[in-house]
T-cell receptor, first 113, second 112 residues
Framework: EPEVTQTPSHQVTQMGQEVILRCVPI?????FYWYRQILGQKVEFLVS????????KSEIFDDQFSVERPDGSNFTLKIRSTKLEDSAMYFC???????????FGSGTQLSVL | DAKTTQPTSMDCAEGRAANLPCNHS???????VYWYRQIHSQGPQYIIH???NNETNEMASLIITEDRKSSTLILPHATLRDTAVYYC?????????????FGTGTRLTVIP
């Protein structure tokens, strides 16, 4: 079965540094999402992306965050200046034109020191 | 989106049916019921969804009451690999992006 691939699986960074989390969605999918999960807490929606633009974002997704689909296959989440509270597991997801079913990647564990 | 209420945790014996309830008493007519699960710290996994009718697929069955105020996810023969957190999510879907908002879910433990 096709799957969403995320790299790296673990990322450690210093506070204030920029990080880019990468995702390769399923190839014929049109809708892309980022979620995050702080240890022991709920899975939280960050942003959805369609047709090369953000379709919806949560309050968490402030000016420090940005998303991009730089080519036909990758979907990235950039955090400009990381804070300690950005430490979390970040999940990428994609959905087809039908949209209802989301497929999630296995996540990138981001640790900000 | 309508709020959902799920038990915090449940146990089920291996090989038995696991019945996971969800209350969504304020659901509106165009809101779908979705079920996802999260095994350990992996990404959530889609299980099933429905609007009004009961649904079945290779993973589970979804029973929605006639008034749509509650639903039950049934795993017919639970295995140890079904131990996970199960999320019931209610969401309007009118085409386009389908942003889902996860609650705290039910932690199902399948016991040998």
């Amino acid at each position: 079965e096709p799957e969403v691939t995320q790299t790296p699986s673990h990322q450690v960074t210093q506070m204030g540094q920029e990080v880019i989390l990468r995702c390769v969605p399923i190839s014929n999918h049109l809708y892309f999402y980022w979620y995050r999960q702080i240890l022991g807490q709920k899975v939280e929606f960050l942003v959805s992306f369609y047709n090369n633009e953000i379709s919806e974002k949560s309050e968490i997704f402030d000016d420090q965050f940005s998303v991009e689909r730089p080519d036909g296959s990758n979907f990235t989440l950039k955090i400009r200046s990381t804070k300690l509270e950005d430490s979390a597991m970040y999940f990428c997801a994609s959905g087809s034109g039908e949209g209802r079913k989301l497929f999630f990647g296995s996540g990138t564990q981001l640790s900000v020191l | 989106d309508a709020k959902t209420t799920q038990p915090t945790s449940m146990d089920c014996a291996e090989g038995r049916a696991a019945n996971l309830p969800c209350n969504h008493s304020t659901i509106s007519g165009n809101e779908y019921v979705y079920w996802y699960r999260q095994i350990h710290s992996q990404g959530p996994q889609y299980i099933i969804h429905g609007l009004k009718n009961n649904e079945t697929n290779e993973m589970a069955s979804l029973i929605i009451t006639e008034d749509r105020k509650s639903s039950t996810l049934i795993l017919p023969h639970a295995t140890l690999r079904d131990t996970a957190v199960y999320y019931c999510i209610v969401r309007v879907y009118s085409g386009g992006a389908n942003n889902l908002f996860f609650g705290t879910g039910t932690r199902l433990t399948v016991i040998p």
